[in-house]
């Protein structure tokens, strides 16, 4: 994997353990950096863009900031849901999803909300891309489209079209109503994810010349490059592809080149000529030819793609497959691990893969496929024979088996660079790049000079001699490095090998006094002429629980010799993680064995005793356990007790009846110290009882969210909530009180509407309240008790048979972040709504069309965060045309444009409504530029931008445009200028500072279907919207021009500026789009330029 330095900014512990939830919905930049994390602090709610997550269940998942909200999808009006924040990640699970979760047939990632927005599978992409393994056919009107077959797993990959996503879920589920049909029983669906790609002096440092001298260079080999491509004009590469296929061309805009650099630089580590340099930069194989599969693009490596890639590597007959890419690892086999196994084994294909770049996170990191049995995990060094920081450390997840398992250089390294990678510099042939990604190549380069030596060789053996050769580093252990660093030279002579390379002695359960001793076999095979002997010896931490059966060996030519390893876990040493390695040396040879062993640390067994509130046992609950350093356990019915290691536990368990009754239990405080029974009896809960004193109610959604917060550095909140009709219970397990947690309670009351349900409901009641010390164990409250205030709403419409969810998240004090979920209505429509004044509030709007169980977007409006006094609020309209930026009404804490230190922070809400909610759509195309000084510095998709840039105060300007299919709105371009130096990092809101722009909208009289009433001349308020908490020179002028034509021809109309504001004179034809372009110029000679086609 190559190395990419992390942007900081992951939201706080304390942030992202504030979260409430109502029962019923952090972008990260793309690249090639890992993003596995689970504790971290840095500046909470800082994102207030609204992404909007479809999940396989047709329901969508909304996160702005710190909130979230869930739309239901059509048809799933009675489905609850839980929602869990651990360190970054933002988990939804509807109800009906548990069983199928509990039973392994769906992946959960497909649930992993912050995943998923970083994958890039939010609104911005249509579909949801899939992989099916199993049996089962897809109903016809799915609306999946299927790849070709991936024979290897017996799979094919799947993109499901997001507004049909509700008749999938019925296949899945074994619910079609038209057909009572089981169409995917038995199925598994996987999410197809992304992973992420993670030479003078290296080159020689593992041997390569010694080799070239020998005759060894590759010559005859064929090795796989699957990456980002690779520069075919290169003149290190010319001639060397033999062979290639885009597997990522369905991806839009993306050709057969290398637009990254990665693939390039890595194909030139294992086969380059070094033509550009002289030689110089000569790669690992020289003489091998090459096969490039591109399946990454610059945002990632999609699953499918790699899987196809693999599959294509090996029919092609690739003596080794480079994979300098990965992602998280799990104790489970996915499908690209088992596409390495299979492959391996039908094929006789070495992969060699990157073991990751997460080392800075600890033990356990090493990615996937790189766990794979029979992958070659690589880790990374450096030219100094040091392991370098970054490289994922083991042992595996799941089984402590050793990994990653050799390693070689990964730091600086120079290799060919694509000459339209982004990565590399115009002009410049070579790049230093670092990575787990450039010590992979090495380690497959070696592996072809080993294949043109000795072609009839399995992967295997292949894999056995490069690790039995391999250097160990002083000091490392074998779960940093595995059998030490790549050794060529070693390498081509070694006759002795290991036939199990590694020996992983697993875990060993605590306590340990009565461990009993762990044994392997360590077979040593001579494939020389004449007798080796060994002397061995063991090196590495926790020597004392080592011991061998000798302490030399001798091994005949042509055979075996075989010596025990025992591991004693009884040896009084701390718990924890030892290995490192057995080295046998002789007159001109080592060899070297990786070992490890895990020492549990104290830790008891944990039953659990779930109980419903009819007094049996209840099958139908999931239960969280959450330790203080941020262990995570999630227990379903199919589970009665578990391992874990001894200390304090947070633990919450929601438990379902089958009258609808939903009960919530927290143990705030469970320390296990010994093997103990927890009972969670929904009996204990009592109800959670909410009224409004705006008046009778005939049902609600009941909603508490409990945050745990045992340190600076980590946090966790769990969400879950019930309906007032059917009840929802609550209940704290023990008595006693704790500092560290606290719950949010939230309410959601409303007057049914026509249909006796709260489609259309006339009346909306509000409030929220925080309970410190621990979790309620029932609760009553009245709306109003503290005021209550009154508001009355409109929601326009703009598209045809258009439906708006609106949302409002209740926070108890103005820094909480909340749950809401979305309630259906009809449009257009009048509503009161109802808060109580104790409480802050931030209100969002939905415009969609359902089809098919899914959800089309047309807009998706936020407000600012309110608190409103008692009696009477003014009047809100949602929706109103025309649609465009606007930046009065930041969602969060960071405004629009925002600075802080040497960054900019820019996400423009392009397609606010009239009155200035902040709007993010779904767009059919959209772009966004930053010049500094009238130099492009930045451009990209979308319509925001992270950039760092110079400290010195320079002239600014951003462009964002944004096409979309609808109504109105159909084109909005903005263009604005502005001033921007350094700011300090460290001063008020985390740092961040709104930038002085300025925003200019519309604010005609239109109906509530957004039409305006035909007149020869109508005078139209224009709004100006500046950030708050910045001081913005006032524009000094504003020119306005309209067209009727979709922008063929433009005529300038009259403006006025009027003690109340400024005024446009603008035409309203009956039939007419009306669009306008406008362009302003501040006191201090900054400019604003806006143009909306199809305004209203």
């Known amino acids: 994997m190559l190395r990419i330095q992390r942007g900081g900014g992951r939201l706080a512990a304390a942030a992202l353990a504030v ?97 998923l927005i970083d994958f890039g599978y939010d609104q911005r992409r249509p579909d949801l891309p899939l992989i099916m393994t199993g049996p089962g056919t897809p109903p016809a009107d799915a609306g999946l489209k299927l790849g070709k077959p991936l024979t290897s797993i017996q799979g094919r990959p ?14 899945l589920t074994g619910h079609d109503r038209r057909t009572a049909a089981k169409p995917l029983a038995g199925a598994k669906v996987w999410l197809d994810g992304v992973r992420k790609p993670t030479l003078d002096v290296s080159v020689p440092l593992i041997g390569a010349p010694t080799a070239w001298q020998s005759g060894w260079t590759g010559q005859g080999v064929t090795v796989a490059v699957l990456d980002t491509g690779i520069d075919l004009t290169h003149p290190d590469l010319a001639g060397k592809v033999v062979s290639s296929v885009n597997f990522a061309a369905e991806y839009p805009d993306e050709d057969d080149r290398d637009h990254v650099g990665h693939g390039t630089h890595v194909a030139s580590t294992i086969a380059g000529s070094g033509a550009a340099s002289g030689g110089r930069y000569k790669g690992v194989a020289p003489d091998a030819k090459l096969l490039n599969g591109k399946v990454c693009v610059e945002f990632g490596c999609a699953e499918s793609w790699i899987l196809a890639g693999m599959q294509w590597a090996a029919e092609q007959g690739a003596d080794v497959v480079n994979l300098s890419l990965g992602g998280t690892d799990t104790p489970d086999v996915d499908p690209l691990e088992q596409a390495v196994n299979d492959l391996t084994a039908q094929y006789g294909t070495l992969f060699v893969i990157a073991a990751g770049n997460d080392g800075e996170f600890g033990d356990r990191t090493v990615g996937s496929p790189a766990s794979a049995d029979a ?55 070579y790049a230093t790049l670092s990575g787990t990604s450039m010590a992979t190549p090495h380690t497959a380069g070696a592996a072809a000079l080993l294949v043109q030596q000795h072609p009839q060789w399995t992967p295997a053996r292949l894999k056995a001699t490069l690790m039995a050769s391999a250097k ?82 001798t091994v005949p030519a042509g055979g075996t010799a075989t010596v025990t390893f025992t591991a004693d876990t009884r040896v009084d040493v701390p718990d924890g993680l030892y290995s490192g390695q057995l080295v046998g040396t002789a007159d001109g040879v080592s060899v070297s064995v990786p070992f490890g062993v895990e020492r549990e640390a104290e830790s008891y067994t944990l039953t659990l005793d779930t109980i419903g509130r009819d007094g049996v046992p209840s099958g139908q609950h999931v239960t969280d356990l959450v330790s203080e350093n941020g262990a995570h356990f999630t227990v379903g019915s199919d589970v009665t007790s578990l391992r874990v290691p001894a200390g304090r536990y ?90 560290d947690v606290y719950t949010n309670v939230s309410a959601l009351l409303w007057r049914n509407g026509p249909e006796g349900d709260v489609v259309d409901a006339p009346a909306l ?32 419409r703009h598209m045809p ?49 359902e089809a098919q169980g899914g959800l089309t977007f047309g807009a998706s409006l936020i407000g600012a965060v309110k608190h409103y006094p008692a009696g009477q609020a003014p009047a809100t309209t949602w929706n109103g045309a025309p649609y465009g930026p606007s930046f009065a009404n930041p969602p969060g804490l960071v405004g629009p444009v925002s600075r802080r230190g040497d960054e900019l922070f ?54 964002v445009r944004m096409t979309r299919d609808a109504r109105l709105g159909t084109a909005v371009a903005g263009a604005w200028t502005f001033r921007s130096g350094h700011t300090d990092p460290d001063g008020p809101d985390y740092g961040f500072v709104r930038v002085p722009v300025t925003s200019v909208g519309f604010a005609p009289d239109l109906s509530e279907d957004n039409y305006a009433a035909p007149a020869p001349i109508a005078m139209v308020p224009i709004v100006v919207g500046t950030q708050p908490g910045i001081v913005t020179a006032p524009l000094t002028r504003l020119d306005v021009q309209v067209s009727t034509d979709d922008g063929a021809r433009w005529t300038t109309v009259h403006v006025v500026r009027t003690a109340h504001g400024w005024y446009a004179f603008l035409p309203q034809k009956a039939g007419t789009f009306i669009s306008l372009k406008v362009r302003g110029i501040d006191a201090g000679g900054h400019t604003v330029d806006e143009t909306l086609l199809r305004a209203y």
């Open 765 to 796: 009641h509000y409030g929220a309240w925080r309970v410190d010390g621990g979790f309620p164990t029932g609760f009553t409250r009245q709306i109003g008790s503290a005021g209550l205030a009154t508001e009355k709403v409109v929601h326009r």
């Open 375 to 429: 992958a070659l995990a690589v880790a990374a060094t450096s030219k100094t024979d040091e392991l370098a920081p970054f490289s994922s450390r083991g042992p595996r997840a799941g089984d402590a088996a050793v990994k990653p398992e050799i390693s070689a250089p990964g730091v600086d390294i120079v290799a060919a660079c694509s000459s339209v990678g982004f990565l590399c510099t115009p002009g410049d042939p």
């Open 650 to 739: 947070f633990v919450t368990s929601t438990i379902w009846a089958e009258d609808g009754a939903t009960t919530t239990l927290v143990d705030a405080k469970l320390v296990l110290d010994r093997d103990k029974t927890e009972t969670l009896d929904a009996r204990i809960g009592q109800p959670i009882k909410i009224t409004s004193a705006g008046g009778t109610v005939d049902d609600g959604e009941l909603t508490t969210n409990v945050s745990f917060l045992p340190s600076a550095n980590f946090g966790y909140s769990f969400a879950a909530g019930g309906y007032l009709s059917s009840g929802y219970y609550t209940g704290q397990v023990t008595d006693t009180p704790v500092t």
């Open 906 to 959: 820019i996400d423009v809400p392009v397609v606010s409504d009239a009155a200035g909610h902040a709007g993010y759509g779904m767009y059919s195309s959209a772009s966004i530029r930053l010049y500094r000084d009238g130099q492009l510095i930045a451009e990209q998709p979308g319509t925001s931008l992270r950039e760092t840039v110079p400290a010195e105060a320079a002239e600014y300007r951003l462009e």
């Open 801 to 849: 048979d258009a439906v708006g969810y609106a949302y409002t998240f209740a926070l108890p004090t103005k820094d909480d972040g909340a749950w809401a979920s979305g309630v259906p209505s009809q449009l257009p429509l009048h509503r009161t709504v109802y808060y109580d004044t104790a409480a802050y509030y931030q209100s969002g709007l939905d415009e969609v069309v």
């Open 158 to 171: 799947a993109k499901a079209d997001k507004k049909q996503l509700g008749v999938l879920w019925q296949g």
């Open 19 to 115: 979260l409430v939830l109502g029962g019923g919905s952090v972008v990260a930049q793309p690249g090639f950096a890992s993003s596995t994390v689970s504790h971290t602090s840095a500046q909470p709610g800082r994102d207030a863009t609204t992404r909007l997550v479809t999940l396989i269940t047709g329901d969508v998942v909304q996160i702005t900031g710190k909130n979230v909200a869930v739309l239901r999808g059509a048809g799933r009006e009675h489905v609850t849901f839980t929602m869990s924040r651990r360190g970054d990640h933002v988990t939804v699970i509807p109800s009906d999803a548990r069983p199928l979760l509990q039973a392994g047939r769906l992946d959960a990632r497909l649930f992993d909300v912050t995943s």
């Open 472 to 553: 160990p580093l002083d000091g490392v252990g074998a779960y940093g490095q595995g059998a030490g660093r790549v050794d060529l030279a070693r390498a081509i002579g070694q006759t002795i090998t290991v036939t199990e390379p590694s020996v992983s002695f697993g875990t060993a359960v605590w306590p340990h006094g009565d461990d009993t001793p762990i044994t392997k076999a360590v077979n040593y095979h001579n494939s020389g002429a004449a007798d080796v002997t060994l002397q061995l010896a063991v090196r590495g931490t926790g020597l004392a629980m080592f011991s061998l059966s000798a302490t030399s060996v």
